[in-house]
């Protein structure tokens, strides 16, 4: 069931992370929550409702309303702001990041949906849709609105002490390059097998080429296995995250039948006007690294911050590499090429590597890192660090004033090896 549901369930994740939605659901539950109350008061006791008339609500309803507009403006003004900021110091990517956070898309859809209820309400009543039956419901509701404010407030509060700081950013980046990564090296092929140099691809194929131009965010693998009958083969020629212009080559197809929906694989790929991050590692890696780079131009000058980027993707790749990948063969009759770990490890560390060139902290930081990834106990992510540790010390040696400096960088250990490791990794004889 979830392969068949994989596709819907992106999508879902994509709009789930959207702040209109939240917005209009609250909304919604707002405008129905009024309408409700009319149907409520033919079951309360009389007594209840003499308890409290329409001129004990309205005044309150007013107040909510009008302190919700200027609160809710408040606080998309302070979201701005912290968008900003945020692009400013860190990387513009981390805008599509920070558009995912759902902690103010729940504060921001309380706060208008309070509005929306206090005001509908005040229309409710001024039109004598609502009476003094309703008063004692609409009150309840408004006391009810109110706790979930005062709780949104609070976690607004609390929230805005990070939104928007360079701590808040690096999290957002490496938390979604460790989901995107992981979910990678688990299922290198997305369901499908292991397109390989030694695959051979038959003589006769037929070409499946793009749509439109853009970059392609998801390959439904499954969906192109089912395209492929029980006798044709697809061969995915392209990953996730690779920009194509319309009718470019996206794969090519053996044994299909006549009947065989050529436009329907087409469709198996979703190609979009900029990269997402959903199965796109490559892409999340570039984010935490142009967080390290701009933090290395003359006008920030923040070496710190890089350290701290090289370290978090150092921690991503090693935990990475533990695990074992676990592919489900989802789609016997297509084939797509794994992720190269060259590309990875490019995305992750090269821009940092040309742009830090010429300080000394971050040259031996992203050395000692990569040394100890060229220890990974996966042979490619190890030949990966390697040849990228090679390419590091390259730009160094161009980049160092001095001699003195380039010396002690190429005697960097790897990360992880202490003083005593250094000291007494050989042996000795002992003296008589």
Known sequence: MYDLLRKPLLFFRRYYHALWLRVTLYALLSL?????????????????????????????????????????????????????????????????LLLQDTTTQSVLAAFIGAFIFALTSIILFRTHLYGDEEAIV?????ILAVVVIIIAMLRWIEHLSQLGSLDNSLDLAEREARRSLTMLRKDPALGA???????????????????????????????????AGDQG????????????????????????????????????????????????????????????????SPG???????????????ALFWQTAQIEPTPKLRAPRVFC?????????????????RDGAGCLEVCTALRRCLLALSEAPDTEFAEAAQEMAQ?????????????????????????????ADQSFSTTTEPTE
């Open 32 to 96: 129905v929550v009024s309408l409700v109350t009319l149907v409520l008061r033919h079951y309360l006791p009389s007594e209840w409702t003499q308890l409290i008339d329409a001129s004990a609500v309205t005044p309150v309803l007013t107040i909510l309303a009008s302190s919700m507009l200027a609160v809710s403006t408040f606080s998309l003004n302070v979201m701005v702001s912290a968008h900003a900021s945020a692009a400013a110091t860190a990387t513009p990517r981390i805008h599509r």
């Open 138 to 142: 609409v009150m309840a509701i408004t």
């Open 193 to 227: 097998n292991l397109l390989t140099p030694d695959t051979v691809l038959p003589e006769n194929t037929t070409e499946i080429r793009a749509h439109k131009t853009g970059y392609i965010q998801f390959i439904d693998t499954r969906s192109l296995n089912d395209c």
């Open 233 to 296: 083969l697809i061969y995915v020629l392209q990953r996730p995250g690779q920009f194509v212009l319309e009718g470019s080559l996206l794969a090519q197809a053996s044994g299909l039948t006549p009947e065989a929906d050529h436009a329907a694989i087409v469709r198996g790929f979703v190609i979009g006007a900029t990269r997402t991050h959903e199965v796109d590692a490559e892409f999340s890696l570039t984010t935490l690294s142009e967080i390290s780079s701009k933090a290395l």
């Open 300 to 314: 920030i000058n923040d070496p710190g911050t890089a350290i701290d980027a090289i370290t978090r993707l150092t």
């Open 337 to 353: 090429p794994p992720p190269a770990s060259h590309d990875l490890f490019h995305a992750a560390f090269a821009a940092t590597a």
């Open 391 to 419: 390419r590091a010390l390259d730009y160094a040696n161009e980049a160092l004033p001095l001699d003195s400096e380039k010396r002690a960088l190429v005697a960097v250990s790897p990360l992880g090896k202490t003083w």
